[in-house]
């Protein structure tokens, strides 16, 4: 008996033997809705390429067997360039599991032929999904699954992830290839003189490649002499006189050229066949997406996209934060009137409630906020955001699918990094990782709310907008430095396939929502409660509270006031800066606890503290300095050593401070 971790609702299932299924297909036909649909589970799901970029893994029952299911990247061909196709290659490549489920996207049928031809070259068992079939008939598209299964003797079946359709006829087809445990032959016919050079290579092959690699596991099949065929020796480990041989009987070039010319013309007839009806061209959805990629109007869209979106965080969200804000001043006074200690008190109330109440009380802001920017990336519409400023961004030597990473980014840093696994040019990658943490992640959320509601609350959107948009621009700009300064590698090719505008579901904003934001309340109850004891304790001591100016806490911000006087930051100001470097939300909290105030409070004690002047050259700096722990941890891992983590937190320490005092003159101006 054996037992597997699950993502699904049938969590510790004990079974007798895992019977594995994996997932895979091109980027954005629907791959995690299928896996959500089949085991329940919660993976966010987005409207655009690259969001799985590492296999995900769950499990579901049905009748009396439970099988174990293998989320894997996004990708159009098994012929590895970027990370993400690589975890896709690799598990394929280990025959980990017994069936394959390619999921075609019903309106872009041929496309998804190219992958489903060379699973089938592997010898894979593989059933074919053609998924979003409503929408295909929503624009009155007829599919027959049956000349593609008859053709390639696999088998087919037309599902949408959204309404379940097909959802048994899938699992039924799973559990009877279960029960019986049959192999599915499936075989492309090739032209003659193909097949003469797909038996030759392997009937040669095991004569003058002596040493065993990765790639006899196909032998006798047709991937590895059509691979090499396409792609030369490339991954294939081939002797020298092996590829003398080929190169004497074989006129490759005419071959290759003549295999590709039969496999898309193949590919095509194959694709057409199955439509019955193809439907209208034309489309409502088609005259958004020309409006929205306008080179001119599409940007002034943005523009006013994002706008509305800070407008309306602050205008929704301000009367539940004051509902929250009552509520813990209210906490805390309750509490005061029952301890008696005085210095457990001052931890309860000034420590715990003040910090991380100062924190919580902007919960209102950030789940709101990541609702609006849900319902831009479900629709479909920040991807044509990343074709937009595709053009821009290479100017930088970053593609459309970097910026990608930087949206994600806007949530957090973390998967932002993992996120650039899809891009195959190594320069790029690099230079973007360090670049990355200068995405304005959602943890810097309520520092700028706290700061532009205390100093600019008429123009706050304005002001938002004017910190995300710096935002992209310093990623821009930096990755633009980088590049000098790394490796250079191969140039890839970037292509971009738009996914289709759909209207978001509720149960997938919420499930946005949620995993976006549900990380303040897990940092609440964690790092930012025991950073908030940490603050109190240098705070309270060595006087037991009787000067807050002689505190441990006050020596560790008046070190580096030399540097920041003349931007008119305090020790104060210093002190939330230096424990914000674990999580930027922990800047509230410290200055709650420091201020010794509630949030409402510490509104007025930072108008106190600070001119708009130099709050706004504080904004910029807490955009711009040192990443999180997490993120750190995460650089180091995404490039394999220390060098790369201790290089951003002294590089972004820089650059942050030469952006404060930028924003610090230049702003004296204006305010």
Known sequence: MKSFNSNSEDTNLVVDKEFEISIIGNPNVGKTSLFNLLTGSRQYVANWPGVTVEKKIGSFKYKEKVFKLVDLPGVYTLSAKSEDERVAKDYIIS??????????????????????FQLIEIGTNVVLVINAVDEARE??????????????????????????????????????????????????????EIESFINFFNESYGQYTHELTQTEIFENNSWNPIHFLEFGEEDLNLSNDFLEILRNRFDLVELKNKYLNWKFNFITYLASSSIIKEGIDWSFRDILDHVFTHKVLGILIYVFA????????????????????????????????????????????????????????????IFILFFFLGFLEESGYLPRAAFLVDRI?????????????????????????????????????????????????????????????????????????????????????????????????????????????????????SIYTWNRGKHFLQKAGGIILIATILIWFLSFFPNFGADINNSFAAYIGRVFEPFTNHLGW????????????????????????????AEGNLTFALQNALTPQSALALIFFVLAYIPCFATLTTIKIETNGWKWPIFSFIYTTFVAYIIANVVFYIGGIFL
């Not at 025959?95 to 489903?116: G, R, T, W």
């Not at 301000?318 to 009552?326: A, T, Y």
């Not at 305090?570 to 105030?597: C, H, M, P, Q």
């Open 570 to 597: 305090d020790w104060r100001i210093n002190t939330g800066l230096v424990f914000g470097v674990a999580a930027k939300e922990i800047v509230v909290s410290s200055y709650s606890t420091i201020f010794n105030v």
């Open 95 to 116: 025959k980990s599991s017994e069936i394959v489920i390619v999921v075609a996207d019903a309106l872009n049928l041929e496309s998804s032929m190219y992958l489903l």
């Open 306 to 365: 994002l706008f509305a979106v800070f407008s309306l965080t602050f205008s929704l969200a301000q009367p539940l934060s004051d509902i929250l804000e009552v509520s813990f001043t209210f906490l805390g006074d309750s509490l005061a009137g029952f301890i008696s200690i005085p210095w457990l008190e001052s931890l309860v109330v000034d420590g715990i409630i003040a910090g991380v109440g100062g924190v919580l009380v902007f919960l209102p802001q």
């Open 393 to 509: 961004a290479r100017s930088f030597g970053l593609s459309g699918r970097s910026f990608m990473s930087v949206i994600l980014g806007f949530g957090c840093n973390v998967p932002a990094i993992i996120s650039t696994k899809g891009i195959a040019n190594k320069k790029e990658r690099l230079a973007l990782i360090l670049s990355l943490p200068f995405a304005s992640c959602s943890a810097r959320l309520p520092v700028y709310i706290l700061l532009i509601s205390a100093f600019f609350s008429s123009q706050a959107a304005t002001v938002m907008l004017l910190v995300y948009f710096s935002s992209i621009l310093l990623v821009l700009l930096s990755s633009k430095f980088l590049q000098r300064f790394i490796t250079q590698s191969e140039d890839i090719p970037f292509i971009i396939e738009l996914p289709r505008f759909r209207m978001p579901t509720l149960k997938n904003l």
């Open 139 to 192: 624009k009155g598209r007829v599919i027959d699954p049956d000349p593609i299964s008859k053709t390639l003797n696999i088998p087919v079946i037309l599902t949408s992830a959204k309404t379940g359709e097909g959802k048994e006829e899938l699992l039924e087809e799973i559990y009877k290839f279960s029960k019986e445990n049959k192999i599915i032959k499936s075989k492309i016919k090739y032209p003659e």
